[in-house]
């Protein structure tokens, strides 16, 4: 049980810098109309999506 909670704290951290890094690409875009920096906001959003289907599916079974 230890091991799946290990599992969803790293999914966490993991999202967490990927959103940070979305922002950031994302200020950039806004602000200073670099497009480069929106299609790397839009790669972090896809990163986070995939990680986010992960975290439900772990902490599901974590809950069992």
């Known amino acids: 049980r ?3 909670m290990e599992k969803t704290t790293e999914l ?3 999202i967490t810098k ?3 890094d979305f ?5 950039k875009f806004v602000e200073k109309g670099n497009k ?3 299609g790397r906001a839009r790669k972090h959003l896809g990163e986070i999506k995939k990680l986010v289907t992960e975290y439900r599916k772990v902490s599901v079974e974590d809950s069992k």
């Open 2 to 4: 230890i091991h799946k």
């Open 23 to 27: 922002q950031a690409n994302h200020e």
């Open 12 to 14: 966490y951290e993991q």
């Open 36 to 38: 480069a920096a929106a």
């Open 18 to 20: 990927l959103f940070a």
